[in-house]
């Protein structure tokens, strides 16, 4: 049986860092809210089993995945779940431990990557927390990616099992996910990440594998992969991109 991947049509969201493991592993998976009414999908298709009274355990929000009767929420715990499926994580289990708090980490960045844009609520438009969105954004480019990056940089340096992977000695999700932050940063923030492989070449080099690899080429060149854009978290506002001090 198919996954269903539920997340919002017309962005990549927090639902591509599942997609990239579906499609490295090469899994069945529906994309239902971008399926057609008339098969049953599409965005009210989602809407629907989120809202439903009779859904024993219904998310919160997109993402989530279904598989057969089991629905799994929040993004770091779906990759929990499909890792050891798709033969996307550690063998080690303490280390899929590790792996989960590394995709934690991941998953702090994405929120203080949208809170660039929405620093004082996510119910305003960033055109009315525009003076606040830049002191923040000139914040996370010039504290918070250095910080955040400068700790992915060292966890590669430092694993035992070198330094291609930031678990273990084979791709896992956490992988995938690194290359897709990575990916966003440089849509939102190019002049920010100008000198990005100088300062963090283990992190380039590990983005740049990710792109080779056979499924994820063939991933990035379909038209299941969406263009990066400004409804999404990681948003091009070229005010508030600026060189890193
Ligand atoms: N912590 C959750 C965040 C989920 C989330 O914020 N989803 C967004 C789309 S990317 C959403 O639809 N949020 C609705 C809301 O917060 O009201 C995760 O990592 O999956």
Same mark, same amino acid.
């Given at each position: 049986?198919?996954?269903?991947?539920?997340?919002?049509?017309?962005?990549?969201?927090r +639902?591509?860092? !599942?997609?990239?493991?579906?499609e @490295?592993?090469g $899994? /069945?998976? !529906?994309? =239902?809210?971008?399926?057609?009414?008339?098969?049953?999908?599409?965005?009210?298709?989602m809407?629907?089993?989120?809202?439903s009274?009779?859904?024993?355990?219904?998310?919160?929000?997109? &993402?989530?995945?279904?598989? +057969? /009767?089991l629905? =799994?929420?929040?993004?770091?715990?779906?990759?929990?779940?499909?890792g050891?499926?798709?033969?996307l994580?550690?063998r080690?289990e303490? *280390?899929?431990? =590790?792996?989960? +708090?590394? #995709? *934690?980490?991941?998953?702090?960045?994405?929120?203080?990557?949208?809170?660039?844009?929405?620093?004082l609520a996510s119910?305003?438009?960033?055109?009315?927390?525009k003076?606040a969105?830049k002191?923040?954004?000139?914040?996370?480019?010039?504290?918070?990616?250095?910080?955040f990056?400068?700790?992915?940089?060292r966890?590669l340096?430092?694993?035992p099992a070198?330094?291609?992977? %930031?678990v +273990?000695?084979a791709?896992?999700? =956490?992988?995938?996910?690194?290359f #897709?932050?990575?990916?966003?940063?440089?849509?939102?923030? &190019?002049? $920010?990440?100008?000198?990005?492989? @100088?300062?963090?070449?283990?992190?380039?080099? *590990?983005?740049?594998?990710?792109i080779?690899?056979?499924?994820?080429a063939?991933y990035?060149?379909? /038209?299941?992969? %969406?263009?990066?854009?400004?409804?999404?978290?990681f948003?091009?506002y &070229?005010? %508030? /991109?600026? $060189?890193?001090?």
């Amino acid at each position: 049986m198919s996954f269903e991947l539920y997340y919002w049509d017309g962005l990549q969201g927090r +639902g591509e860092f !599942v997609r990239l493991a579906l499609e @490295e592993a090469g $899994a /069945d998976y !529906v994309e =239902v809210a971008r399926g057609k009414k008339s098969d049953g999908l599409g965005t009210a298709a989602m809407m629907a089993l989120m809202n439903s009274p009779d859904e024993p355990h219904p998310p919160f929000a997109p &993402p989530f995945l279904k598989d +057969g /009767d089991l629905i =799994v929420a929040q993004t770091a715990n779906i990759l929990f779940y499909l890792g050891p499926k798709l033969k996307l994580a550690p063998r080690d289990e303490g *280390l899929r431990f =590790v792996a989960n +708090g590394l #995709q *934690l980490t991941i998953a702090d960045v994405v929120t203080e990557a949208h809170d660039t844009h929405h620093p004082l609520a996510s119910g305003l438009y960033y055109e009315d927390q525009k003076a606040a969105a830049k002191t923040r954004a000139h914040d996370f480019i010039d504290n918070r990616i250095p910080k955040f990056m400068g700790y992915f940089e060292r966890v590669l340096r430092q694993n035992p099992a070198g330094d291609h992977f %930031l678990v +273990g000695d084979a791709l896992s999700y =956490v992988d995938l996910s690194m290359f #897709q932050l990575i990916d966003g940063l440089f849509y939102a923030f &190019p002049r $920010a990440l100008e000198r990005f492989g @100088e300062h963090y070449p283990r992190l380039a080099a *590990l983005h740049d594998a990710v792109i080779e690899r056979p499924n994820i080429a063939a991933y990035l060149e379909s /038209d299941r992969r %969406l263009a990066h854009n400004e409804a999404c978290i990681f948003r091009h506002y &070229p005010e %508030l /991109d600026k $060189a890193a001090s």
